[in-house]
């Protein structure tokens, strides 16, 4: 079978796992970090400080700024919900987009249960937030802006410089869902002011289990801990800390960061090659942005075929319809109807995610087997006549 849902997760490198293994056994170094009376619990502190500069490196931030968590979903919740809950004395006002990852949104519905007021952003039909429209909602309430880098179904690149400007300018904390940004865009945190930044290894071929928020320190964000315990991680997010996870994540990330230029040009002309052997099939739409999207995700609407009909027909490539975290409901995608998309086209979507083991000769069978799929559905289809 063919992979490519690298969007969902990434196969994990053996490097990464390599050094993975050498932190579990007895004859490793498989002590916990916070024991501060032997060299067992040292020596572990020693690679946890290893893996957060390897981290820190690649987002030009400071060590001290990285806080690890069990992955983007729990780094979502910390940011959104410790900051609400850190700052509601200043305001109750948080501003967020319709495009978000589930972990964004679910966290601020939570929130509005609990009386803190959201404005969810409409984003232009290119998927694009409109930066005049979103000034228009910010108010003396308003405390935090949560926006995605990436968009993990279309690959949409949101302006996070603009938009922190912006944040800048109104005394606003700006947190960044970078999950699926941080190791195929350039991130340069001392550029560009982010509060704070989520985003888990197993989008960059490290182990699943393992994600990070990163909160400055110039000038310095406060937050409320959503897991309280032993104080670990400057009190912001307490557990023993899992050293063989962080390790592999050091690695996925110093590996991201000397390969960062290639795999940028080398996924983009994949996904180029792939959207030139499907652009000719009859009401196909482009769902992604080639030009100014990220290089891994194709998003595209197969008009007349049900998403999940085609996806069963190309039974041995693995794609999807949406993203992995939703597509458990059968509903229409809600970030493409959110770009105006019909139902029917928002239906018809696929979404294929290519990554650094992703070849050319897969994409070209790829291509091949939509072809005929498409061809064999239609076929079927009572709606297409032509
Ligand atoms: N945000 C985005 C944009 C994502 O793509 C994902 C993974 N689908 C997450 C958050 C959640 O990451 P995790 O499953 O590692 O918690």
């Not at 820190?56 to 806080?67: P, Q």
């Not at 910010?138 to 179904?153: D, F, G, P, Q, R």
């Amino acid at each position: 079978p063919i992979y490519l849902d690298y969007a969902a997760t990434t196969p994990m490198e053996p490097l990464v796992i390599k050094n993975m293994i050498k932190f579990l056994t007895l004859d490793g170094t498989f002590g916990n970090p916070a024991s501060r009376s032997h060299q067992f619990g040292w020596k572990a502190e020693e690679s946890v400080d290893i893996a957060r500069n390897q981290i820190a490196e690649l987002i030009n931030a400071d060590s001290r700024e990285i806080v690890f968590t069990s992955g983007a979903t729990e780094s979502n919740n910390l940011a959104i919900k410790g900051i609400s809950e850190f700052y509601k004395k200043k305001g109750n006002h948080i501003i967020t987009s319709k495009t978000e990852h589930k972990a964004v949104l679910d966290t601020c519905r939570y929130l509005e249960s609990k009386g803190v007021r959201i404005t969810y952003l409409n984003p232009s039909k290119n998927g694009i937030i409109n930066l005049k429209q979103f000034k228009q909602h910010i108010c003396e309430k308003t405390i935090l802006v949560s926006i995605m880098h990436v968009n993990n179904e279309t690959g949409v690149i949101q302006d996070v410089k603009e938009i922190s400007k912006i944040c800048i300018k109104n005394n606003i904390l700006f947190h960044v869902d970078a999950t699926q940004s941080v190791g195929k865009l350039h991130i340069d945190l001392n550029k560009i002011k982010i509060d704070l930044m989520s985003f888990s290894a197993h989008k960059i071929y490290g182990p699943k289990g393992i994600g990070v928020l990163y909160v400055r320190r110039k000038p310095r964000v406060r937050l409320s801990a959503q897991i309280h315990g032993g104080g670990h991680e400057r009190g912001m997010r307490s557990g023993t800390l899992p050293v063989h996870q962080i390790v592999g994540m050091g690695i996925a990330c110093k590996l991201a960061k000397k390969n960062i230029d290639h795999d940028y040009a080398y996924l983009k002309d994949l996904r180029n090659y792939l959207w030139e052997g499907l652009k000719d099939i009859d009401e196909v739409y482009l769902n992604s942005n080639l030009k100014y999207g990220a290089p891994h995700i194709l998003n595209v609407s197969f008009n007349y075929i049900e998403g999940e009909s085609l996806i069963m027909a190309l039974k041995d490539i693995a794609v999807s319809s949406g993203s992995a975290c939703t597509s458990a409901s059968l509903e229409p995608s809600y970030v493409l109807r959110a770009l105006g998309l019909k139902d029917e086209l928002a239906h018809s979507s696929i979404r294929f995610s290519i990554g650094r083991f992703t070849t050319k000769s897969e994409i070209s069978y790829t291509i091949k087997t939509v072809h005929k799929a498409i061809d064999r559905l239609r076929n079927l289809s009572p709606l297409w006549e032509m």
